[in-house]
């Protein structure tokens, strides 16, 4: 599964800009939508669940690029629902986001 994220310019000139670390895993699988979320929260982990990683990617800043995380998911993988996090980190502060993915058998 690839991630492609999206490069915003800085209002000001980029020079001297802290690295970047981009991450992100796909989590599950889940059985409801409803399960996930409460798996998420930290109150419940499903049996079964499998997380499925890509390696870090450290964008350059180089104007034009594009960077995509690409997570691989083995072909034994089950059908459900998984949790997709993505994170931005650098010296100082960080932010992530999280979506829901469907996965169905391949037919």
């Known amino acids: 599964m690839s991630v492609r994220w999206t490069v915003e310019s800085p209002d000001g000139p980029a ?4 690295p970047v670390e981009l991450t992100a895993s796909l989590t599950g699988p889940y ?9 998420s929260e930290g109150r419940d982990i499903a049996a079964g669940v499998v997380t499925f990683t ?11 690029e594009q960077p995509v995380s690409s997570i691989p998911i083995g072909s034994d993988a089950r059908p459900g629902y998984y949790n997709l996090a993505t994170s931005m980190n650098e010296v100082g502060r960080s932010s992530g986001g999280a979506s829901i993915i469907r996965v ?3 037919g």
Do not use: F, N, Q
């Not at 890509?54 to 034009?64: D, E, F, L, M, V």
């Open 15 to 18: 020079a001297g800009a802290a």
């Open 104 to 106: 169905v058998a391949k």
């Open 54 to 64: 890509a390696p870090p990617i450290r964008p350059t800043g180089t104007s034009g």
């Open 31 to 39: 059985a409801t939508v409803e399960e996930l979320k409460t798996a």
